[in-house]
């Protein structure tokens, strides 16, 4: 089976420390902890930025040329940039992008509509547009991620278009309280949607977290983990590092028999230059 590439998304933008005590919030603290995610086995770091003092969400492009060049200059780790704005906040489509100017190797390709965080997560075609057409310049592989089987369609319809391109890779999001159920009937019919030769991987939001992993990691499939979908690190326990996450889930795959894609590996997978 091919080896599991592991996605730490090590902040996010909505949980703050009055839920999620041990959350990142600066640049230095959110560099920290991709590097023991990294060191840990993860391949990929997912990034959000966010206010120092408040803790909000931001797409400060300064905020992310001080997380993004530290990885670049003390890791091999491939850097996966959101793009996804603050849910109920309307940012201007070009604010959404400036995380691009630093090219990373990946970036979020949110492909549709949702509510989400109390508000609505606005994709609308003409942002994905935009988003497809910068990231294909800039040679920035898309995360396409899908919080419902309708986002697969946008994805397909847009890569038919010329706008996507193969090898696809599609992050399901399961488990949000408007999205796709975290149940393995769903992740299995999003997996049956998808095009022969594309690259998948699962997060299970909470409870979900581990038994989506688990489906993932028999199905040959990759993992998404971390504190931006799941604080606890078991039932009434928090997590202190988003690396526990990532050293569990070694530990499991090892002892299943499936070996921990490195970055350069997982580059290969995902048809990234190494």
């Known amino acids: 089976m091919e080896k599991l590439i592991i996605n730490a998304a090590v902040t996010g933008s909505r949980n703050l420390r009055d839920i999620a005590p ?35 969400g931001e797409q400060d492009p300064e905020l992310f040329r001080q997380v993004v060049e530290p990885l670049r200059e003390q890791t091999d ?20 992008l400036k995380s691009l100017e630093l090219k990373p190797d990946m970036a979020s390709f949110d492909a549709g509509s949702i509510n989400l965080g109390g508000g609505v997560f606005i994709n609308p075609p003409d942002f994905l547009d935009l988003a497809a057409g910068q990231m294909k310049r800039l040679k920035v592989k898309p995360e396409i991620e899908v919080f419902d089987s309708g986002m697969i369609t946008t994805a397909l ?13 599609f992050q399901f999001v399961l488990g949000t309280p408007s999205g796709a159920v975290a149940t393995p009937q769903s992740l299995l019919h999003l997996t049956e949607l998808i095009p022969e030769g594309s690259i998948w991987s699962v997060t299970g939001m909470g409870k979900a977290h581990l038994p989506m992993s688990m489906m993932a990691l028999a199905m040959g499939g990759h993992i998404r983990l971390g504190m931006e979908d799941n604080l606890y690190y078991e039932r009434g326990v928090l997590a202190k590092t988003n690396a526990q996450f990532v050293e569990r889930i070694v530990r499991i795959s090892e002892e299943y028999g499936r070996g921990i894609a490195s970055p350069d590996e997982a580059r290969k997978i995902l048809g990234l230059p190494i």
């Open 22 to 56: 041990y959350i990142p919030y600066t640049p230095e603290e959110i560099v920290q902890s991709s590097i023991e995610c990294w060191k840990a086995g993860a391949a990929i770091v997912h990034i959000h930025v966010r206010d120092p003092e408040t803790g909000l």
């Open 77 to 96: 780790v491939i850097v996966n940039l959101t793009t996804s704005g603050i849910a109920g906040r309307n940012l201007p489509m070009a604010d959404r």
């Open 157 to 169: 319809a847009m890569k038919k278009k010329g706008q996507l391109e193969d090898p696809m890779y």
